[in-house]
């Protein structure tokens, strides 16, 4: 259980940073980092850059989440996007603090570290990023 919590603490600045990263040989980036490029394989080994993204991007598609999957219950509806990243690649993410009716293909989004889930059985909490309009 220790070792958990501390497993958890490192990783906050991964997350919380937006940390992705990148290929030297190609130039691609990758969110979340890749031990290795899948287009260059065994030349990129060893040439993965860590890089912060902006955590930035645009709405490329979404839907609306009306039943959701266990643990997830209270939270719906809710809206879920694909997102493509300022950098290049693109993620599921959930949208937070947006009316429904406003969430539009091309608005322009930011990443925010929030609350994902409970454990209702034991409490534990889960953090990680969703993403919320740019002001
Ligand atoms: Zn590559």
Redesign the pocket.
């Known amino acids: 259980m220790k070792e958990g919590v501390a497993r958890f603490w490192r990783e906050i600045p991964q997350r919380y940073n937006f940390m992705g990263n990148k ?6 980036m990758f969110f979340p980092p890749r031990e290795s ?5 065994r ?2 080994i060893g ?1 993965m850059k860590d890089l912060k993204f902006s955590g930035k991007g645009e709405v490329i598609t979404y839907s609306i989440i009306h039943v959701g999957p266990s643990g997830f219950e209270e939270q719906t509806p809710y809206p879920i996007a694909i997102i493509r990243l300022e950098e290049g690649p693109q993620i599921t993410a959930q949208i937070v603090d947006c009316p429904l009716d406003e969430i539009k293909i091309g608005m322009k989004v930011e990443s925010t570290f929030r609350k994902i889930q409970q454990d209702g059985r034991t409490g534990a909490i889960y953090y990680g990023y969703k993403f919320k309009k740019q002001r």
Request: charge should be positive; hydrophobic fraction near 15%; glycine fraction near 0%.
């Open positions: 290929c030297e040989v190609c130039s691609r490029c899948p287009i260059c394989r030349k990129s040439k």
